[in-house]
């Protein structure tokens, strides 16, 4: 991919450095990082190098880890040998070890071992914008000249801040133009031990993990906030037991998809998470290591949906195959593979009782599935010219709601599949509906790029939901219904307040569209699935 900024850093860096990733690339900065960039049949080696080639300039996250890294070491000497730029980003207060100063012998540093790093991060916005333009404020033209290492001379760093006055002016009024002072060079210890490749044991890493935290929060990866710092999640009895919800950290990034990934659950258990998409194979990952334990192949094209059974001990996909499939758990074999659509299946969903699958199809119907024998016991024409998009139980399994190309969100009883009611918001085409838990109310996003919640019982608009500046494709609500989980085609998450109406957090870090959104069984980690290739894992506790 084109970029302009490779990222290195250690691996007990890799959260804040997606992070940095993350908020360069909302300002427009193309970053190239390992291991997302990498494609899973190149050679590790070779991409490095030719990603620092084309490369016009580096950020190093800088840290004791930093120092240790033998990878790290060979990227700055690689982006020293071709002429690179290397602005090394200091996330914890410790010197380079001799080997690396060597290299980073330059007298500006960025240190961002202080809050907030908001400020930080907009510095190094400013100083990345420099080195990639000309005087002329051109983009500058990418160069390779062995051994003449670049020094960066950035503009004024952000002063430091300290509790009194509050009254401090906001970033926005920032100055942006450098004066002719050049920020000092980073502090140095007295002892020789802080050259060494290793801190003392006894050194304390300077607040590593709530810097993690405010680098997810300040980022854009991790949330932005809206109205407050927090919003409520209640505990699934819905009434007592509230836990505060903060800003989440960095997202984990779960790599090893080629192509759009569309679709993904967690297990009954919250161990584990399935993945499917463009490339046909569903991953299992072990959400401890997020590593792949499982890759489950049988569709023969793009995976466009998953759903665990829990009762059952299955997995259901539907595929662009005309299939959907039920794995059995213990070892991922097929159980049915459920035939009867002329078109690609783009949604399922189980029953509460996981007795019967609901299927849509582009061929514009909704067909019903015994899951033990799987064969088909019903089927609705929902339209005859457009595709059904979604399919969603009604938490006691009587109704299901369908949504459609035609500008449709359709409630049907199951038991006769007659058509309860009709809720439309004109003729762009409905991408996804949700039932809430109580089943009072449902929500249908789709092309007008708004969430509507509707009466379940009479079909009446309740609010429109308007922020997201793409298609809506994915919406969940949350276990206690207070919440609502949005994804986009504008590459970001919502989070809703479903009493207000308003937005309380947008999180971004995707870098293309979001098809799926997934919540964990105890409600404290959202998945998302994206075109971008990736999985991200949102903490919410």
């Not at 709601?401 to 500008?407: K, V």
Request: glycine share 8%; hydrophobic share 40%; aromatic share 6%.
């Amino acid at each position: 991919m084109a970029h302009d900024v490779f990222i290195s850093y250690s691996k007990s860096d890799k959260p804040t450095a997606d992070a940095v990733c993350a908020y360069l690339e909302a300002h427009q900065i193309r970053c190239w990082i390992a291991p997302r960039d990498i494609l899973p049949s190149a050679d590790w080696g070779e991409s490095i190098i030719d990603a620092l080639a084309a490369a016009q300039a580096m950020v190093l996250v800088f840290s004791a880890g930093a120092n240790s890294s033998v990878q790290v070491k060979r990227e700055v000497e690689r982006a020293v040998h071709l002429g690179i730029p290397i602005i090394p980003l200091r996330i914890e207060d410790v010197a380079p070890t001799k080997s690396l100063e060597f290299f980073l012998s330059m007298p500006h540093w960025l240190d961002a071992f202080t809050e907030p790093m908001e400020r930080h991060l907009q510095y190094l916005v400013e100083v990345l914008q420099r080195v990639l333009t000309g005087p002329d404020g051109k983009p500058r033209k990418s160069t390779s000249v062995p051994y003449e290492a670049t020094l960066v001379t950035p503009p004024e760093p952000p002063a430091p801040i300290t509790p009194p006055p509050i009254a401090a002016p906001p970033i926005a009024d920032a100055p942006t133009v450098a004066p002719p002072t050049a920020p000092p060079p980073p502090p140095r210890s007295a002892s020789p031990p802080a050259f060494d490749p290793q801190p003392p044991v006894s050194a304390p890493k300077p607040k590593l993990l709530e810097r993690r935290e405010m680098l997810g929060v300040l980022a854009g990866i991790g949330v932005m906030a809206i109205g407050g710092s927090y919003f409520l999640l209640a505990g699934k009895g819905g009434s007592g037991g509230s836990a505060v919800v903060h800003m989440p950290p960095p997202p984990r990034t779960l790599t090893g998809h080629v192509g759009s990934v569309n679709a993904v659950a967690f297990s009954p258990d919250g161990k584990s998470l399935a993945s499917g998409g463009a490339d046909k194979i569903i991953r299992i990952w072990d959400l401890v290591t997020g590593t792949v334990t499982k890759s489950v192949m049988g569709h023969k094209d793009t995976v466009q949906c998953l759903a665990y059974a829990a009762a059952l001990n299955r997995l259901g996909s539907a595929s662009n195959d005309r299939t959907v499939r039920l794995w059995n758990l213990a070892d991922y074999s097929i159980t049915n593979t459920l035939f009867g659509h002329m078109d690609n299946v783009n949604f399922l969903a189980f029953n509460p009782s996981n007795s019967q699958v609901a299927s849509c199809s582009t061929d514009g119907t909704v067909k019903f599935w015994d899951t033990s024998s799987g064969s088909l016991q019903n089927s609705i024409t929902v339209d005859t010219k457009q595709l059904v998009t979604s399919v969603a139980y009604s938490p006691d399994g009587s109704k299901l709601a369908s949504s459609c190309g035609n500008g449709d969100a359709n409630i049907w009883d199951v038991a006769t599949q007659a058509k309860l009611l009709s809720a439309t918001t004109g003729n762009s085409a409905v991408q996804t509906v949700a039932f809430s838990p109580n089943g009072g109310q449902f929500a249908s996003a789709g092309n007008d790029k708004n969430i509507t919640l509707w009466d379940s019982a009479t079909g009446n608009k309740l609010m429109t939901l308007s922020g997201h500046t793409e298609i809506v494709e994915t919406v969940i609500f949350a276990a206690d219904g207070r919440t609502l989980f949005s994804g986009s085609d504008d590459k970001t998450i919502k989070i809703w307040d479903v009493a207000s109406g308003k937005a309380l957090f947008t999180l971004t870090g995707h870098t293309s569209a979001i098809y799926c959104l997934a919540l964990s069984p105890d409600g404290k980690t959202l998945a998302s699935a994206s075109t971008d290739q990736t999985v991200k894992l949102w903490d919410l506790s």
